[in-house]
Nanobody, 119 residues
């Protein structure tokens, strides 16, 4: 059974930090690019970061560049999102997802973890 399980969400103050984890199982983790997405209340889901499988190339959306860092540990089938300098607008449910055929093909998704940033 394929599973992606996010953890590490919670309440943080503006300027604070949180580290999200995504634990994967049930598929060949190191064949997949892993992405982090978020969905704020009343807004559409947005892609915020991804890390490739083979060479660990990373991408970030402009709103999190310089504040968030994505990393992966293939030995542990895990991906992490270090979030620093948090802002209230970072409040959202954060999801990790896996794809291996291109950015539009995220087929495996986690259930999400809620991040709330207070001002």
């Amino acid at each position: 059974e394929v599973q992606l399980v996010e953890s590490g969400g919670g309440l943080a103050q503006a300027g604070g930090s949180l580290r999200l984890s995504c634990a994967a199982s049930g598929f060949r983790f190191d064949d997949y690019t892993i992405g982090w997405f978020r969905q704020a209340p009343g807004k559409e889901r947005e892609a915020i970061s991804c890390i490739s499988n083979a060479d660990g190339v990373t991408h970030y959306t402009d709103s999190v560049k310089g504040r968030f860092t994505i990393s992966r540990d293939n030995a542990k089938n895990a991906v992490f999102l270090q979030m620093n300098s948090l802002k209230p607008e970072d409040t959202a449910v954060y999801y990790c997802a896996a794809q291996r055929l291109g950015p539009g093909t995220y087929g495996y998704w986690g259930q999400g973890t809620l991040v709330t940033v207070s001002s």
